[in-house]
Structure formats: C-alpha cells, structure tokens
C-alpha cells in the first residue's frame, strides 16, 4: 500500500466550474483511495471532469493539484499540457493507431516493457494490427498502452461498458494486480452499480454536475443496489445501471 494512502494524505484534489451546454458543472473532490470512482447518470458531468484532469478540456475556471503537482490553478494561469500531466486517459472506445501493430502502439505511448502485456495477457496479439482484434482484445490493449505511458493517475472512462461478464473480471484483475505492484492511482467512470461493488473502491457520486456523496459502494449506493436486486428477483430483467 502506497505510504502517502497510509498517512491518510490526498493523491488528487480537484475543484472545477465550468459551463458546457446545459450543464453547470461545480464540483470538488479529494481522491485518498488508491481507486475511486466516478458515478452517476449520464450527463452528469463524469467524462467532462476527466478530460480535464487529463488536460483534454479547460474549464471556466479551477485548481487540480496531482501531488505534489499543479496541473491547474486558472488564477494563477498554469495549465501543463496533457502530456506533461502523467494521466493517461483510457477512453470507453478502444483509439488504437490503425496503421501500427500492437507491440507499435504500446512503444509509442512510452516504451515497450515485457511485463505490460503479459500483465494485461495480449502477449499472442503484439503482432496484430488494431483492425484484426476483437473487441475485448482491443480494449485491454487500450488499457495496456494507456498502463505503458507509465502515469501518475490513470483515467478510465467506462472501459468495461459491453464487455461480458468474464471479460469484465479479467481486466478489472488485470487493473487491480498492476495497482498493487505499481502503487499508481486509479479514477474511473462509470453508470454501472454492479460495477462498482466488484471494484470495491471508493466511490463519488454526482448529480447535475455536482458532487453528491462520496464513500464507500455499501454506504452510497447500498439502496440503489438493494433495489436492483429486489427487480431481479421478481423477474423484471437484469438491469445493473443507475437509472438517476
């Protein structure tokens, strides 16, 4: 366990504003936890606040501090650019360069290590070209090269929405044996409740752009949860998503 998480200090602390179409985006959050989530119903603002840690968008005006970093104090007008940032961001859809080979775009977001696709298990894919994956394939090797940038923090924006059940488990392990070993942060999104009880981190809850609770998966969304699985009982159809 990282020592900064044992003294109980923040990895990541944000505070944004920003107005993007008919969203007012405000929110503040500290991340403590080696991996936290992002959760609440589409349009709420998750991707947006991801793109701006990743240095992708700027707001209105705010601070992002990745410590013991500043990646962005608008009133000081510091803004690093993405790739001085160290966050790498994973997008839900698989943005592998088409004309380079697997093993090709893991060098290019930063170096060829051995242990990254063996971590990930695309070993029999480094030869590939992005058009001969699968889906599945193509999305751990998105998660592999994003890994290969060796970040600071990783975003993954809903990189297991799709994927079957077994497929999903796979590279949440993958994710989680890497965490152990690398000490690295992780902030992630999703609208998926099961979801976040199988990752078992922390979670932060928005609604209209706006920080709603943040805790652990039993404490905030305990009832959400409950009621899925009182629908599931009574035959009404599996449905894992919030419906906020």
């Known amino acids: 366990m990282p020592e900064d998480h044992q003294r109980g200090s923040r990895y990541l602390s944000v505070q944004l504003r920003h107005r993007i179409g008919t969203l007012a985006l405000d929110a503040q959050f500290e991340l403590t936890r080696p991996w936290a989530v ?17 240095g992708l968008l700027t707001p209105d005006s705010g601070q992002i501090t990745l410590k013991p970093t500043t990646l962005l104090d608008t009133a000081a007008q510091v803004n690093l650019a993405p790739h001085l940032r160290g966050t790498p ?14 093993r090709q775009n893991l060098e290019y977001s930063g170096g060829y ?21 699968s889906g599945g394939e193509a999305q751990r090797v998105n998660l592999a090269r994003a890994v290969a940038a060796r970040p600071r923090l990783l975003l993954l924006d809903e990189p297991f929405t799709g994927l079957d059940l077994p497929l999903r488990s796979g590279l949440i392990e993958h994710l989680l044996e890497w965490q152990r070993q690398s000490g690295v942060p992780i902030l992630s999104v999703t609208h998926d409740v099961a979801e976040v009880f199988q990752l078992g981190a922390e979670v932060i809850q928005l609604r209209d752009g706006r920080v709603a609770a943040q805790g652990l998966p039993a404490e905030i969304l305990g009832a959400e949860r409950e009621r899925l699985l009182k629908e599931l009982a009574a035959g009404i159809g599996p449905r894992v998503r919030s419906t906020e």
């Open 38 to 54: 992002l959760f609440g119903p589409s349009g709420s603002g998750k991707s947006t606040i991801l793109r701006m840690i990743a």
């Open 89 to 102: 961001l994973a997008p839900q859809l698989p943005s592998l360069f088409p004309h380079l080979t697997v």
């Open 113 to 133: 290590e051995a242990w990254v696709p063996a971590a990930f298990d695309i070993d029999g894919l480094l030869s590939k070209m992005p058009a001969q994956l």
